[in-house]
């Protein structure tokens, strides 16, 4: 094909706009992105490093920081799963099911997207405190809530429930219930059907939604530091040891357990960038809200 046909063919850019303005937009776009996330990211690990390797370690190595570290990993090993869990009932029952009420469920669905963390881990307080409404009862039966892990994993499931659910349910409702009806009527049972036919259909999305779940979990700050009472080494996680060492000045190591939830952040936007450009057809649909 001659060269002038071949440029003839290029289509022109959708909005028409010079070239001068696009690159504007583009070079500003690149100027934001490199001053508000790379330079804070850039920022958290010369800092974290500042000390050497062995003042890294020697941070991470705390034991109040282990025990955070290890915290922040049991609240999201017990949270996500959880919210994995209801997730996949909840879409499965919006999506696949009329019943009474379904738009004020999905409303429940949204609400911590809503609420203040803050408030939430008020609301928890206020529950379950040793001056709540279940506060004295609990306490006969020797039940701690507040200022203990389940306080804490109860707020981390509140603040993370809507990420699984949200996933699922545009992805499910796109697919409708037509296989799932023609497998039942092949005789399949609802479990066998939901494994064999729904959840090959969702499991990408399903593995996204876990991701950003899992993601604010261990980075999850304001609800938590409401109801953990920010005890060393018990109630301490990652984000509210971030916070305790800085302000003790102890910014290395403040900014060594920070490189640790950056590191989080990144690998989670990795895999989700991965999972996007493979499973991107089957993910749309979940992306869709």
């Known amino acids: 094909m001659p060269a002038d046909s071949q440029r003839k063919s ?11 303005f696009r690159t504007t937009l583009i070079v500003v776009a690149l100027a934001f992105f490199a001053i508000f996330l790379l330079m804070p990211l850039a920022v ?48 499965w029952a919006i999506a696949k099911f009329e019943f009474k009420g379904k738009s004020f469920v999905v409303t429940l669905i949204d609400l911590p997207f809503s609420v203040s963390p803050v408030i939430a881990g008020l609301v928890y307080v206020l529950l379950f405190g040793a001056k709540g409404y279940l ?22 499931i509140f603040v993370t429930f809507p990420f699984v659910a ?8 796109e697919q409708g219930t037509g296989d799932e009806e023609a497998a039942l009527s092949l005789g399949a049972t609802g479990l066998k059907t939901f494994m064999f036919v729904t959840f090959p259909n969702v499991r990408w999305a399903l593995l996204y939604g876990v991701l950003l779940c899992n993601a604010r979990a261990m980075g999850e700050f304001g609800a938590v530091a409401v109801v953990s009472g920010k ?9 509210l040891q971030v ?14 357990v ?15 960038t991965a999972l996007e450009w493979r499973y991107g057809d089957q993910i749309a649909g979940s992306n869709g809200h």
Do not use: H
């Not at 915290?71 to 996500?80: D, E, F, G, N």
């Not at 920070?258 to 989700?272: D, E, N, P, Y």
């Open 44 to 91: 958290v690990f010369a800092e974290a490093l500042r000390g050497g390797i062995a003042g890294y370690m020697k941070a991470i190595g705390n034991p109040d920081t282990l025990a955070a570290i290890g915290l922040t990993l049991l609240v999201a090993v017990i949270a996500v799963p959880a919210n994995m869990i209801f997730g996949v009932c909840a879409a």
């Open 243 to 256: 916070e305790i060492l800085y302000n003790e000045y102890a910014f290395t190591a403040a900014f060594a």
């Open 135 to 156: 506060g004295p009862w609990l306490d006969d039966w020797g039940i701690e809530i507040i200022f203990a892990v389940p306080g804490i994993v109860l707020a981390t």
């Open 10 to 20: 290029v289509p022109p850019p959708a909005t028409g706009e010079p070239f001068a």
């Open 166 to 173: 949200r996933e699922l349910i545009p992805l499910m409702q």
């Open 258 to 272: 920070a490189s640790l939830l950056a590191l989080l952040a990144l690998v989670t936007l990795a895999v989700k």
């Open 231 to 239: 005890i060393r080494g018990l109630t301490n996680t990652m984000p």
